[in-house]
């Protein structure tokens, strides 16, 4: 296990843009994002594999991107476009390899605490 703990949630209005980074305290071959909104089920949105293969939810591909900082073990989710639809707990996971999206799977062995994200119409 990995410890993970994120940063850079807010609010921002629709169309804006905000910047998500995760710091872990030792590698993992998979880091990725999940989300939960207030009643909804926890959906995965992003990974990023060690060979650097990235993977997106459909919903958010094209707006989100992911990157990995192999130096210091980070990533990141720059966020464009905002929706209402994207406010959410936004959780930070490191898997032994990467999961199906959204699912997720019994793959990750670390969750950050969250960091909070609301998007305003």
């Known amino acids: 296990q990995v410890r993970l703990v994120e940063s850079g949630g807010g609010s921002v209005q629709a169309g804006g843009s905000l910047r998500l980074s995760c710091e872990a305290s030792?590698?993992?071959?998979?880091l990725g994002w999940f989300r939960q909104a207030p009643g909804k089920e926890r959906e995965g949105i992003a990974t990023?594999?060690?060979?650097?293969?990235?993977a997106y939810l459909y919903s958010v591909e094209g707006r989100f991107t992911i990157s990995r900082d192999f130096g210091n073990n980070s990533i990141h989710l720059q966020m464009n476009k905002l929706k209402p639809e994207d406010s959410a707990m936004y959780y930070c996971?490191?898997?032994?390899?990467?999961?199906?999206?959204?699912?997720?799977?019994?793959?990750?062995?670390?969750w950050g605490q969250g960091t909070q994200v609301t998007v305003s119409s």
């Open positions: 030792g590698w993992s071959y998979c």
């Open positions: 990023f594999r060690d060979d650097g293969i990235r």
């Open positions: 996971a490191a898997g032994r390899y990467c999961w199906r999206l959204p699912e997720g799977s019994s793959s990750i062995h670390s």
